[in-house]
C-alpha cells in the first residue's frame, strides 16, 4: 500500500477515527535507525540527525489490520516492556504540539514524539 502523510490535525483525527484510538491494538515489531555511523577511513563518528523508527501495530479487527507507521525526526521513543502486564494497547492519544507529532498510551510508558510520521496498510498475503 502506498504511505500517507499525516501532516495536520484533522489527518490526526481521521486516522484516529479510522483506528478506533488504537483500541484492542498491540505493537508487533518496530526497527530503528539512529543515522548515526562511523567513517571507516578514519574511524570518526558523525552524528545522525533524522532518527527514523518503522512501527507496526495489529488490531483486532476486520479492516486495517496491521498498520505500519514510519517515524522521521524520532525525539523520544519508549516502549513499556513490563512482562507481568498486558501489552494490549486500550486507547492511545495522538496530537501535534510545538513542531512534533506526540503518541502515547493510556500509562504513557509506551510513548513516541517525531517531527514526521507515514503511515500505510500492510495487506496479508
Excluded at 489490520?65 to 495522538?94: K, M, P, R, W
Aim: charged fraction near 25%; include cysteine; charge should be negative.
Amino acid at each position: 500500500m502506498e504511505w500517507k502523510q499525516i501532516k495536520n490535525e484533522t489527518d490526526i483525527v481521521k486516522l484516529m477515527d479510522l483506528l478506533n484510538h488504537f483500541h484492542d491494538s498491540c505493537i508487533t515489531g518496530l526497527t530503528y535507525s539512529s543515522s548515526t555511523y562511523v567513517v571507516e577511513s578514519d574511524l570518526s563518528m558523525v552524528m545522525g540527525t533524522n532518527p527514523v523508527v518503522k512501527l507496526m501495530i495489529q488490531r483486532q479487527a476486520d479492516t486495517l489490520t496491521t498498520i505500519e507507521f514510519y517515524l522521521e525526526g524520532v525525539t523520544h521513543f519508549c516502549i513499556n516492556n513490563d512482562l507481568n502486564t498486558s501489552s494490549e494497547i486500550q486507547e492511545a492519544n495522538f496530537y501535534y504540539k510545538n513542531g512534533e507529532f506526540h503518541w502515547n498510551v493510556d500509562d504513557e510508558m509506551t510513548s513516541f514524539k517525531c517531527k514526521k510520521i507515514s503511515w500505510r496498510e500492510i495487506l496479508k498475503k
